[in-house]
């Protein structure tokens, strides 16, 4: 048998209470101050500026997962806050623009089909409105002719009805 044996033997009962004690201790003598500190004291004193010219920046954001955050972002609300026009009195109309591929918007547009529609139009417009003069001058001259006729009725505007049976 070991000589020391015994002596650690003797110690171990004596430590072991002794450490079991102080961290009764310890922890009665935390709790005691943890309940008698005024925590908003205490974060009154802290220099804040201090506090973060000590934070770097980069090596917290590289531990941010921002998939994980952009997947909580509400879009719609931030849009809420967004000045829409702000951001388009931002946008360069010219250089946008300048990006455009004229040739192949030229080509991809059926010009032939763009001038016969317009002037297709244009056409239509203008054979209304000689019809409308045509109608004008005629009803001119059914009065002009009337008067020298001195017809008593006016004719009528259009054709008059069959009045019997039509067709063979």
Do not use: C, Y
């Not at 360069?92 to 001038?115: C, K, Q, S, Y």
């Amino acid at each position: 048998m070991d000589p020391l044996s015994r002596l650690r033997s003797a110690g171990k009962r004596v430590t072991d209470p002794m450490e079991a004690l102080a961290q009764q201790v310890a922890d009665r003598v935390v709790g005691l101050v943890a309940t008698a500190l005024d925590v908003n004291a205490l974060v009154a004193r802290i220099d804040v500026n201090a506090l973060l010219s000590r934070i770097d920046i980069n090596a917290l954001l590289q531990r941010v997962d921002m998939n994980a955050l952009l997947s909580r972002l509400d879009l719609d609300e931030v849009m809420r806050h967004v000045d829409i026009g702000a951001v388009v009195n931002r946008v360069d109309v010219n250089a946008i623009a300048g990006r455009i591929d004229m040739d192949a918007l030229v080509e991809e547009t059926d010009l032939g089909a763009v001038i016969a529609k317009s002037s297709g139009g244009f056409a239509s417009e203008a054979l209304d409105a000689a019809r409308s003069q045509a109608v004008g001058l005629d009803q001119s001259i059914d009065r002009w002719a009337g008067q020298l006729l001195r017809r008593r009725h006016p004719s009528p505007v259009g054709p008059s009805a069959p009045s019997g049976p039509v067709g063979p």
